[in-house]
């Protein structure tokens, strides 16, 4: 199960997870992407409460991450050793912003 809580803020929006993010629960995430980052230049992926991240989730982050190269800007926050361990495995530290 995911949780996605989202908050708009002008051109600001953060999108905090909780739960996991899997091949269920991406779909989910990727409608939040391709419908609100419209007119959006900040965006903050708040994982905080993110427990897993499969393949699918990575491929999420990666189109939210190249529509946001296109009108702004990306940042991960809060990841959990875990999930900054598959960044690393992936070569995604490389890719996303993380803080």
Not at 79 to 90: G, H
Request: a negative charge.
């Amino acid at each position: 199960m995911l949780n996605i809580e989202k908050q708009k803020d002008g051109s600001s929006f953060t999108l905090a997870l909780e739960g996991r993010l899997d091949t269920t629960t991406a779909p989910e995430l990727e409608t939040v992407v391709k419908d609100e980052l419209s007119g959006i230049n900040s965006l903050v992926v708040d994982m905080a409460k993110l427990e897993y991240i499969s393949s699918a989730g990575l491929r999420v982050l990666l189109s939210a991450q190249k529509i946001m190269n296109a009108q702004g800007s990306m940042v991960i926050k809060n990841a959990s050793e875990d999930i900054m361990e598959i960044f690393d495995v992936t070569g995604f530290t490389d890719i996303l912003h993380i803080e």
